[in-house]
């Protein structure tokens, strides 16, 4: 599902190479509501995520830690299909392309790329190729499009201004895209992220929930890359406080700021319109809050949320009928967003694996056991079943 280029000293050096490790309920954490069976966002039926991560050492000593993540809403049908959708900047300090349709049509036209800060240009035009080379295009060979491409910064272990994404990295996620379990950690868009001082990455969580007669599904899929060490909490624990070895910044360090940046994509298939969808989108952002962001000014947190319900009504035809949930009954929603929202990010930092990268920089992962033992003296350790 996702390219390593990867040496054999970098794979000894930061073990990235390694089997998938526990995630964040392995280990005990504990959270609210009921996951789907993968607890991933490819539990929304019709959903598709694909990764390319690109890990190299270069000759002249620069250090490839990079790479794409793409989200099919529809899979294969994402190009000939949108999906409603809606989407929030908490603090704008970042990149999403394609928005300002977004929000003027309410309508989510392909799929949501994850790339870093340097490379959303080049994985923009590529999404437009990949649309092209489908086919289907309008008589003149074209398709009018406005991709939605998203960054976070991965500068400090990534030699960024090396612009080593390419074309076809973005053509791979894509036509590898596909449902069933979802790689986490250090992988695709999230290959050099960084969040509270710790490695971070991608991450992603479900939540299944009842609406009258219905239940339904919401998953969430993150590209971490925020915040600071102290004011990190997990599972409502103020363990950034007891963690402080290895931190990249000190207190008295002008740099340490809540800078960095995160994009969270929602998906379900309960039947929700543009405008229910921001708010949805919204509510992502409480689930950063509970990890103790306050969403600094130099942060880019941008949410995406889409619904794949209701694709009858987007076909092109001069009269549609959608159907949707009432808003005095979208709130099991609201919650399901704030605890796949903090669920995703928890089980990014979990997976992540310690890694050297440009300039000799190095980001540890969160120690496993330490926090095990912290959740265990502050009452919250929930054993797994």
């Not at 049509?105 to 949501?112: H, I, K, T």
């Not at 969040?195 to 219905?214: D, L, N, P, Q, Y």
């Amino acid at each position: 599902m996702f390219r390593f280029t990867l040496t054999l000293a970098l794979c000894a050096l930061a073990g990235l190479a390694q089997a998938a490790g526990p995630r964040a309920r392995d280990l005990g954490i504990p959270f609210d509501g009921t996951p789907g069976p993968l607890n991933a966002i490819t539990d929304v039926a019709g959903v598709t995520v694909g990764q390319v991560t690109l890990i190299r050492d270069l000759p002249d000593g620069h250090k490839v830690r990079t790479g794409v993540t793409a989200i099919l809403p529809r899979g294969k049908a994402s190009y000939e299909i949108p999906a409603f959708g809606g989407w929030f900047a908490l603090n704008g300090n970042g990149e999403m392309t394609g928005t300002t349709w977004l929000e003027e049509s309410g309508q989510l036209e392909g799929p949501v790329m994850l790339t870093n800060t340097h490379s959303v240009g080049v994985v923009r035009d590529a999404v437009i190729a990949e649309r092209v080379h489908a086919g289907g295009a309008d008589a003149s060979g074209y398709w009018w499009s406005l991709p939605v491409v998203a960054e976070t910064w991965d500068g400090e272990l990534n030699d960024i201004n090396g612009f080593h994404v390419h074309a076809a990295d973005a053509a791979q996620a894509l036509h590898e895209a596909k449902g069933g379990p979802v790689a986490e950690g250090n992988v695709g868009g999230g290959t050099g992220m960084i969040c509270h001082e710790f490695k971070c990455g991608i991450g992603t969580a479900s939540r299944r929930v009842r609406i009258g007669e219905s239940t339904y599904t919401l998953g969430v899929l993150v590209q971490a890359n925020y915040g600071l060490r102290d004011s990190l909490r997990i599972a409502g624990v103020p363990v950034g406080q007891y963690l402080r070895e290895d931190r990249l910044y000190s207190a008295t360090n002008p740099a340490a700021v809540d800078t960095g940046s995160i994009i969270i994509v929602v998906a379900t298939d309960a039947p929700l319109l543009p405008h229910q969808l921001k708010r949805i989108a919204r509510r992502a952002g409480m689930g950063l809050a509970r990890m103790g962001s306050y969403s600094g000014n130099g942060s880019g947190d941008i949410f995406v949320a889409f619904s794949t319900a209701n694709a009858d009504a987007l076909h092109d035809r001069p009269l549609q009928q959608a159907s949707f949930i009432g808003n005095d009954h979208i709130d099991p929603l609201f919650e399901a967003t704030v605890q796949a929202s903090e669920e995703a990010i928890v089980n990014a930092m979990i997976a992540a694996k310690d890694m050297c990268g440009e300039g000799g920089h190095c980001v540890k992962a969160i120690p496993h056991a330490e926090l095990v033992a912290l959740l265990k003296r502050f009452g919250r350790y929930q054993p797994p079943h």
